[in-house]
């Protein structure tokens, strides 16, 4: 991990927020991270919200659960 972390020019530190998916960490790292992993062809997926499955269901969550006409 030392060595990944060295290529993508971020700290051990930084690269365990990374694994943990800290919400902390810029967008920039995470792309990093995955070019270093030969993961290029998943930075376009990053932000797209089709993929974010836990961030609909938080998103549905918090929706009123029932609808009354007054």
Do not use: C
Not at 5 to 33: C, H, N, P, Q, Y
């Amino acid at each position: 991990m030392a060595l990944v972390a060295e290529r993508a020019g971020i700290s051990r530190a930084t690269l365990g927020k990374v694994e943990k998916g800290d919400g902390t960490v810029s967008m920039g790292t995470f792309a990093s991270v995955l070019f270093v992993l030969v993961f290029v062809h998943r930075i376009e997926t990053l932000a797209d919200l089709s993929e974010d499955e836990t961030g609909r269901l938080l998103e549905l969550e918090q929706l009123p659960k029932r609808i009354r006409r007054k």
